[in-house]
């Protein structure tokens, strides 16, 4: 029987597309990154665009998926 670990870690990765500095790109991120990413922006007054664009400006050489995880697992670190 599997554990709910197992089941959270089965789940797949969900790609949408945004339009950020002018083009459009597409991301894959698990359901639950995608919700930490929606509520950040909504917290920040900020729409989901204009947010991965900023996480896209910052990100450096990391690619954008692993940038926004990063930048979602920092937030909760320290939410202030």
Known sequence: MATSWAMMVAKTEFKRSLTIA?????LSLEPEFWDALKQAATAEN???ASLVGEIDQA???RNLSSAIRVYLLAK????N
């Open 22 to 26: 002018g083009h459009r790109t597409s």
């Open 46 to 48: 900020k729409s989901l």
């Open 76 to 79: 909760a670190a320290n939410p």
């Open 59 to 61: 990100r450096g050489p």
